[in-house]
């Protein structure tokens, strides 16, 4: 493990490394200058970053929660698979209508996406009071015994 530790220091120091030097390029050249390609240099790193975030979280996180207990695979297969379920429910429920007041249209696959995002806004939004909603309630019940 300490080996582990010692590469995750040095990935860590030399994505630090290019993020400052990039940031010092894009100061000395101008952000602006050149039709505003160094902004979208650091915008593309930026994503670049999250990504690698979040791919390490994921990794990392499924990586110790398997080696801990390997039957933890079984239920982020079956989380995955509900995510999955909601998400074909909110593009089978998705209209995908023209949008009010705007002269030229988008596309009928970008309305649809688009109708797809706010019913998965709106699954997310509901399921999450509900959650709260069943917490308090098991929590009294469980406080009363």
Do not use: H
């Not at 915008?43 to 110790?64: H, K, N, P, Q, R």
């Amino acid at each position: 493990m300490k080996n582990y530790a010692k590469i995750f220091k040095w990935m860590m120091l030399a994505l630090i490394v290019i993020s400052f030097l990039l940031l010092i390029i894009g100061f000395a050249n101008g952000f602006e200058a050149n039709d505003g390609t160094w902004t979208d240099v650091l915008l593309y790193w930026a994503y670049v970053m999250i990504g690698l975030a979040i791919v390490a979280t994921v990794v990392v996180g499924l990586w110790i929660g398997i080696k801990n207990d390997p039957k933890m695979l079984v239920k982020v297969g079956i989380g995955a698979v509900v995510v999955v379920v909601v998400c074909a429910v909110a593009y089978l429920l998705a209209a995908g209508k023209p949008a009010m007041g705007m002269l030229t249209q988008p596309s009928a696959s970008t309305l649809k996406l688009t109708d797809t995002i706010l019913n998965l806004t709106y699954f997310v939004g509901v399921l999450a009071i509900i959650a709260i909603i069943a917490g308090e309630v098991r929590l009294t019940l469980i406080n009363k015994k």
